[in-house]
T-cell receptor, first 112, second 113 residues
Framework: DAGVIQSPRHEVTEMGQEVTLRCKPISGHNSLFWYRQTMMRGLELLIYFNNNVPIDDSGMPEDRFSAKMPNASFSTLKIQPSEPRDSAVYFC??????????FGNGTRLTVT | DQQVKQNSPSLSVQEGRISILNCDYTNSMFDYFLWYKKYPAEGPTFLISISSIKDKNEDGRFTVFLNKSAKHLSLHIVPSQPGDSAVYFCGMNYGGSQGNLIFGKGTKLSVKP
């Protein structure tokens, strides 16, 4: 079991640049979640998909954020344009509903 | 306003003693409660869960207690071991799914040898 795979592990970019985070969920899982962790807000849910369909994106902070899941084995979270306040650790997680979440090791994003 | 609160950012315990981590919530609709453990540079990993129809669930050294009237969740670790040193998050949701969880901000547990 390879677990949830996220790339890159670290991303440093300048304000205004586009950032794309990638996630490969565990094979056979039917739901995928994007979380963001910051000191101020802790772990907050941004968006989740069920069977590749976005179900709830109410946690996406602004229109600068978008997420896609073109197939069952791949998802992206894009920030365009990026801002310093987007600096955080972004986690992807998957589960076979209604089981517990399995998290990836996260992408640490720094926007300067 | 935060629906899930972990009021202790950190906790230090001696090896072999009991660790008690606490979590309070405001939404009485929550019906599934979980604890996750997180080591540095890793993602959170599932530890133990409890549904609202129970008030206690035990798994080895880990026991989760739920007090619905007080809207309070706790995790007991007995005996504590240095390898338990990590950040612990409580998460909860309603509707029977363990997926789209609302988490507390976490408590950093340090177990001293």
């Amino acid at each position: 079991d390879a677990g949830v795979i996220q790339s890159p592990r670290h991303e440093v970019t300048e304000m205004g640049q586009e950032v794309t985070l990638r996630c490969k969920p565990i094979s056979g899982h039917n739901s995928l979640f994007w979380y963001r962790q910051t000191m101020m807000r802790g772990l907050e849910l941004l968006i989740y998909f069920n069977n590749n369909v976005p179900i709830d994106d109410s946690g996406m902070p602004e229109d600068r954020f978008s997420a896609k899941m073109p197939n069952a084995s791949f998802s992206t979270l894009k920030i365009q344009p990026s801002e310093p306040r987007d600096s955080a650790v972004y986690f992807c997680a998957s589960n076979l509903s209604p089981g517990p979440l399995h998290f990836g090791n996260g992408t640490r994003l720094t926007v300067t | 306003d935060q629906q899930v609160k972990q009021n202790s950012p950190s906790l230090s315990v001696q090896e072999g003693r009991i660790s008690i981590l606490n979590c309070d919530y405001t939404n009485s609709m929550f019906d599934y409660f979980l604890w996750y453990k997180k080591y540095p540079a890793e993602g959170p990993t599932f530890l133990i869960s409890i549904s609202s129809i129970k008030d206690k669930n035990e798994d080895g050294r880990f026991t989760v207690f739920l007090n619905k009237s007080a809207k309070h969740l706790s995790l007991h670790i007995v005996p504590s071991q240095p390898g338990d040193s990590a950040v612990y998050f409580c998460g909860m949701n309603y509707g029977g799914s363990q997926g789209n969880l609302i988490f507390g901000k976490g408590t950093k547990l340090s177990v001293k040898p």
